[in-house]
Every structure is written in C-alpha cells, then in structure tokens.
C-alpha cells in the first residue's frame, strides 16, 4: 500500500465506511479495496463490521487480504493488507437486504458517529462513506433530515453549512436542500442565498480553486421573467449576487434554472448556486449519475459520498458501479490535504 504522493507527502489517511449494509455499498466498497485502485489517492482504513466487508467481496466476486486493528495509531501503513477497525456491531444475518431497515439504519448511525469521533481525535483526515438510506437512518433513531445535519450536531457545529454536489469538477451548491418545496421557497431570502454564495466560493478556494466562477441560479420560471412569474429575482436574488460580486466573489446572475447548467458544463462557469434541491440534482444526476459526489460543506471534518443511493433493485447482483465512490474518496484526500496544507500556512 502506498504512503506517499509523487511529491514525497503523506497520503491523507481516509476512513472509509461501508454504508447501509441492506444497500450496494458493502460490495462497491470490496471492489475498490481488493485491486488497490485508490492507493495513490489516500491510505484508507475501512471502519466497520468485517462480516460485512465479507459480504460485500461475496456479492462483487472478489477476494481481498485484511487485518483488524483497534486503532488507527496501530497501523503499518507498508503492509499490503487493507486495515479495518472492526466496530463488530452489524449481523449481516440478522438483516434484511434491498429494503429500508430501521435496525439497519441505527447501526450505520452509529458506524458514523464512531468515525466521526476518530476524526475529532485526529485519528483520520477525512470520511468516505458508501451510501445511506436517509429513511433508515431516521427510522433507527437518528432523528435528523440528513445526515449531514447529524454530523454537523455530532461535531457541535454553530454556523452555516451544506452539502454540495461535484461533477466533472463542476460544483453544484443549493440555498435550501432536504426540505419540502413550499419551504424551500419560504428559505430562500437574502441572508440564505448570501451564505450559499460565501460558503461555495469558500469551499472550490479550499479545493484548488483560486477564483471560483459562480452563476447563481434564478427561483421562477424563466428568472421570473420581468417580474411576471414572480418577484424574488429582483427584490431578493439580484441584490444577494450584487452584493457577494461586490465583496469580491466572482458571481453572476440570477439566471434561468433550465439553462445555468448548459453555461455550467460548456465551461463558462465552476459552479453553480441552485435555489433549492432539485434544480441541481435533476442535471447533475442526469449527466453522470454514476460519478457524481456529495460534499458536507462548512464543517470541521471533511465528509464525502457517492451522489446517488443505496440502489436496492440490485443489492447482491454484482453489477453496482464504483465510480462514484472512487471519486468520492479522492476528493475527500484531496479536500483533506488542502485543509492541512492551509492549517500549516
């Protein structure tokens, strides 16, 4: 296992989490492990049950070598075998697969929070966890909207975060995420699509970025259209743009929503703010469902996950795609890096 980058640094250290075990996420996580694929990216210690590690080089049709370790301090980076801090708390006989599990949903709640408390500790610089079911997670105890929410009250976080979604390097951040419509469209106001705005530009700084080029998604049809479809563009949204362009964020718009990601992805711009869930997730997931990444942006620790979901329909089949995942990991040491690097500065 590699330790180093080509510059001679350390390789960020990546827990890496097999997700819900009912979903893909125990055989997408086997599959990248057992050829050694993600070894230039990051050194990854995989936190969770080995019996669903197991499982999950069963359903891909793999074979890997592990060790168990009770701490990340313990590890021998030299050595070929992929290390796993086994929390031994998830039966993989004991739950169902493909199907929304509550059982199921407070052990990967739990599985989190335990990582989560080796990156306070220092233990790890960043998560990658393979895909949850929000539902479970809630129905298992977890009492909040997203996990990001969860992770952000496990860390005692105060302030604004989000998530964001990556795609072909094009960043895609919301003003308003996992709530109804209706509330989307109460959240959206000046101090709300400001923070989005600030906390987009921030975050692409943090991955490399130097000026981030952000388009700034319109509410209504048609960017409202004058005012005649509504009038949140102009009371509301073309002030809070005005003014982040004024602090020095290279930020434009608001602009049509069916037609900012065509600007987005022909290169014109790094990034774009949507208004609420959706209006990002439709056109990233329908250009490259299977790459996309979902960021917690804001908080202290860096988190990452394939954009798409635990895919029930093929749970055990063997066919689940990885690349998601494979980038999810590597933006996470990459995010990881740039954030001691900055720490260090």
Request: aromatic residues 6%.
């Amino acid at each position: 296992m590699a330790t180093l980058n080509t510059e001679g640094q350390m390789l960020p250290r990546v827990a890496l989490l097999l997700g819900d075990y009912t979903g893909i996420g125990p055989e997408q996580c086997a599959r990248v492990l057992s050829d050694g694929r993600l070894n230039d990216a990051a050194r990854l210690v995989v936190v969770g049950d080995v019996r669903v590690l197991e499982q999950g080089m069963r359903d891909a049709g793999v074979s890997l070598s592990w060790r168990t370790v009770a701490s990340v301090a313990e590890i021998d980076w030299s050595r070929p075998e992929i290390p796993i801090v086994d929390l031994n708390n998830i039966d993989p006989a004991s739950l169902p697969r493909g199907v929304v599990s509550a059982e199921s949903g407070r052990l990967t709640g739990d599985t989190l929070a335990h990582a989560i408390e080796m990156a306070r500790h220092g233990e790890v610089d960043a998560i990658t966890f393979a895909p949850l079911n929000k539902a479970a997670l809630h129905a298992g105890g977890w009492h909040f909207p997203d996990e990001h929410k969860m992770f952000a009250h496990l860390l005692k976080h105060h302030g604004y975060f989000s998530e964001m979604n990556v795609l072909d390097n094009q960043w895609m951040s919301r003003v308003t995420s996992h709530v109804s419509l209706r509330q989307a469209i109460e959240q959206v106001n000046f101090q709300s699509i400001t923070d989005a705005i600030q906390l987009a530009d921030r975050t692409m700084r943090r991955a490399g970025f130097v000026k981030p080029r952000l388009a700034v998604a319109a509410l209504n049809p048609h960017a409202g259209e004058g005012g005649l479809f509504g009038s949140e563009e102009i009371e509301t949204i073309a002030p809070a743009v005005a003014a982040a362009a004024q602090s020095g964020i290279d930020c434009r718009g608001p602009f049509p929503a069916d037609t900012v990601y065509l600007k987005a992805f022909a290169g014109e711009y790094d990034g774009v703010v949507a208004m609420y869930h959706d209006q990002g997730q439709i056109a990233t997931k329908l250009r490259g469902f299977n790459r996309g990444v979902t960021v917690t942006a804001g908080l202290e620790a860096v988190f990452t996950t394939p954009a798409h979901g635990t895919a029930f329909d093929i749970v055990g089949k063997g066919i689940a795609s990885t690349g998601a995942l494979e980038n999810a990991v590597r933006l996470a040491a990459k995010l990881a890096s740039a954030e001691k690097a900055r720490m260090a500065a």
